[in-house]
């Protein structure tokens, strides 16, 4: 579907609000982790605190519910892969919730996304939005059920 088609229908627009909000409710989730370490991710706010991660979760999500360029999917299953996404996110932010700090410190696995993240690279914002869409589109295609952030790190 064509993208103007796309910002017209209201369907889309309750689609962009969900995954919005699905992304308000995970970084409010991260955000609990107020741990102390080095690098450039140290607290689990410092996240979403960069525009990269909010583009690779919005990108990750969009793929997922309208499909890729070419292959978008039926208005019925764009609803449908909402209404899962939107109940994973829930699941898995109730989840974090009942993590102490420490073990949620341990499930967001920052180290490893600092490693990740500390390559010498000619366009840093661009290998950035990969590594978080390839990151988040992980957390997604496995239903939001990881023992951790590393595998999802590590994926790109």
């Known amino acids: 579907m064509d993208f103007v088609d796309n910002l017209s229908s209201q369907d889309f627009q309750d689609q962009f609000y969900s995954v919005l909000k699905m992304l308000a409710t995970i970084d409010i989730a991260f955000s609990r982790f107020d741990g ?61 919730k009942e993590l102490g700090p420490e073990k949620l410190g ?4 920052l180290p490893v996304l600092n490693e990740v993240l500390d390559k010498r690279v000619g366009q840093v914002g661009r290998y950035e939005r990969s590594v978080f869409s390839e990151a988040f589109a992980v957390l997604i295609q496995e239903g939001f059920d990881v023992p951790s952030m590393e595998p999802c790190w590590r994926a790109a």
Do not use: C, H, W
């Open 36 to 96: 102390a370490g080095d690098g450039r991710f140290e607290k689990g706010r410092n996240l979403f605190d960069g525009q990269p991660a909010r583009v690779g979760l919005i990108v990750a999500a969009s793929l997922y519910i309208i499909g890729r360029p070419g292959m978008e999917r039926s208005q019925e299953e764009r609803a449908k892969r909402t209404q899962k996404i939107v109940a994973r996110t829930e699941q898995f932010t109730s989840m974090l």
């Open 106 to 109: 341990e499930f967001l696995s």
